[in-house]
């Protein structure tokens, strides 16, 4: 927390951006909040706990998800904003962390190390796996979720994101953006790779995290993309929330951290 901030006594909270961070720029501290929130999520089986979250986006069905569609990016901010908040109703300072799988670390490590110890103390880590719900299996299956990393150099490269970076339509943007995406998803394989079950693995909302990160950087590189009407008026159920409604991140009050920074804002 930094002494040099100049907040009155009289803000309200509620109203402070926060940042979500690199997960490998953690602080001990700021990992062990995020470990706390999914440990919580994943201990309570109602609609404030991680399966119903998970199950949002797969099975059970309905499965709402978008992809290959124009609402990909939209739905899934929407979708991060709401399970971000669901997170932040049990533990108030818990806030989503990405996996820059373009970086040196990953491309020599794979999956950050927060998500794969299998231990953390004494203590299953929650950020490792989690049981799929009964009413989530198809013939019984899965009950938990697995990964079967490719090799870490296959991973997509910063060349591949600055390239997707340059584009100026949205459309194209959005489409190559979520080719990267699949890639991902694929490389980690297990649960990952099958969208019926990818949102049961912790590291989903890591991966989706640097997804809508890469449209946020995007968005400052392009102020004013041409999105079409119909596209901005569209709404992203099940959430209560338009395409349009979506496209600023700090009214939906969160902001990227610097990538070089762990400071707490
Ligand atoms: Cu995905």
């Given at each position: 927390?930094s002494t ?9 909270p509620?109203?402070?951006l ?8 953690l602080?001990?501290?700021q ?6 929130a999914?440990a ?10 991680f ?10 069905l ?12 939209p ?28 970086s ?23 950020l490792?796996?989690t049981?799929?719900?009964a009413?989530?299996?198809?013939g019984?299956?899965?009950t ?17 994101v600055?390239?997707?970076?340059a ?6 943007f959005?489409s ?20 019926p ?14 997804i ?16 079409p009407?119909?596209l ?7 959430f209560p ?25």
């Amino acid at each position: 927390m930094s002494t040099t901030q100049h907040q009155s006594h009289s803000a309200p909270p509620s109203t402070a951006l926060r940042h979500r961070k690199n997960v490998a720029l953690l602080s001990a501290t700021q990992l062990q909040t995020l470990r706390s929130a999914f440990a919580t999520a994943e201990g309570i089986s109602d609609d404030r706990g991680f399966g119903y979250w998970a199950g949002i986006h797969g099975l059970p069905l309905p499965m709402y998800c978008q992809h290959g569609t124009r609402l990909f990016l939209p739905w899934h901010r929407a979708y991060l904003y709401f399970f971000e908040l669901a997170l932040r109703d049990l533990v108030p300072d818990a806030v989503l962390a990405w996996w820059d799988w373009t970086s040196p670390g990953s491309h020599s490590g794979g999956i950050p190390a927060a998500y794969t110890a299998s231990k953390v103390g004494a203590n299953a880590n929650p950020l490792f796996r989690t049981v799929v719900p009964a009413v989530a299996r198809q013939g019984g299956k899965p009950t938990r979720t697995s990964r079967s990393p490719a090799p870490a150099s296959e991973l997509p490269s910063q060349a591949d994101v600055q390239a997707v970076l340059a584009l100026s339509d949205f459309l194209d943007f959005q489409s190559q953006l979520e080719e990267i995406h699949n890639n991902v998803h694929v490389w980690v394989g297990g649960t990952m790779g099958e969208i019926p079950w990818a949102a049961y693995d912790p590291v989903f909302f890591a991966h989706h995290a640097m997804i809508d990160r890469i449209w946020r950087l995007w968005q400052m590189r392009h102020p004013s993309p041409h999105l079409p009407t119909a596209l901005l008026e569209q709404a992203l159920p099940p959430f209560p929330l338009t395409v349009a409604q979506t496209l600023d991140v700090k009214s939906l009050g969160y902001d990227y951290a610097s990538t070089t920074t762990h400071t707490s804002q």
